[in-house]
């Protein structure tokens, strides 16, 4: 099974037109994609978490982020985006630390397993490195060199490849002309597209993209090693050593 079937099969409507209010039951509103890393951290907390929410998914694939609607909600016109009553919080990290310290202490903790200070320092330090990882350079650039990469999974099927990689290409300059029709988000758009043109010379560079595999590497390599260190049974938890309420 797909490692997040568990989760999507929980999800019971996907709503496609996010710009209809919700006649919602939850007053928690993700604005997220299934497909995006960043969203599927924040909808594994969620889960984790037994938390009621409504996703909204917003197709990123035809731009849908760069909606007016959307750039309201998050004028740098990305997903996740959660939506707590009137409270927008953007950023997947900014999300889980939400998640993990505001919504509601008696959450099951994700973070905050223990009290112990060596592990918090570890979960934290791993928690970093991982984040640090550029994940759409990663992706878009093994479109870009597919010798370098494996058999492509699920949804980066031929025809999505080369949206995505047509998409990059002509990003930055969206990114400017969007900038102009929208003067509220002009200059997060404007930072944007430096940020695009930076990436986009990394990714399709063959050079530069290795420089990237090979951060990745050293950081598997990482979680690998503390992995190792921590037996598979009863007790094993991503990171965390003996947290026992995982099972
Ligand atoms: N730092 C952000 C990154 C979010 C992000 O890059 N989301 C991607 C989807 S995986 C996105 O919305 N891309 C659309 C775009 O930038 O145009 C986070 O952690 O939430």
Redesign the pocket.
């Known amino acids: 099974m797909h490692y997040l079937q568990k989760y999507m099969d929980k999800i019971p409507n996907i709503k496609t037109n996010a710009k209809t209010p919700p006649s919602s039951k939850s007053n928690i509103l993700l604005y997220c ?1 299934y ?5 599927q ?2 909808l594994m907390t969620l889960h984790e978490k037994n938390i009621d929410f409504e996703p909204l998914e ?1 197709d ?1 694939t035809k ?1 849908e ?2 909606s007016s609607w959307f750039l309201e909600i998050n004028p ?6 959660l939506k707590v009553n009137n409270e927008i919080i ?6 889980l630390d939400y998640l993990e310290l505001y919504l509601d202490p008696e959450l099951p903790s994700l973070i905050n397993v223990t009290t112990d200070k060596k592990i918090l320092e570890n979960i934290n330090k791993f928690r970093d490195l991982i ?1 640090a990882l550029p ?2 350079v990663i ?1 878009v650039g093994s479109f870009f060199h597919p010798h370098l990469c494996g058999s492509p999974k699920l949804p980066f099927i031929l025809p999505v490849r080369e949206l995505l990689k047509t ?1 990059d290409l002509g ?1 930055s300059k969206n ?1 400017r002309k969007l900038a102009e029709e929208n003067p509220k988000a002009k200059g997060i758009l404007l930072y ?1 597209a430096e940020i ?1 043109d930076r990436k986009h010379e990394i990714l399709s560079n063959e050079d530069e993209y290795l420089k990237v595999l090979n951060i990745v590497d050293q950081v598997l390599f990482h979680v690998e090693e503390q992995l190792k260190t921590q037996s598979e049974g009863s007790t094993f938890y991503f990171l965390v050593t003996n947290y026992k309420h995982y099972k």
């Not at 497909?35 to 969203?39: C, G, L």
């Not at 740098?76 to 985006?81: A, F, K, L, M």
């Open positions: 994609n497909y995006s890393f960043y969203s951290k924040v917003v990123i731009g982020q760069y740098r016109g990305e997903i996740p985006v953007p950023d997947s990290t900014r999300i984040e994940a759409g992706t998409g990003s990114l944007k695009q």
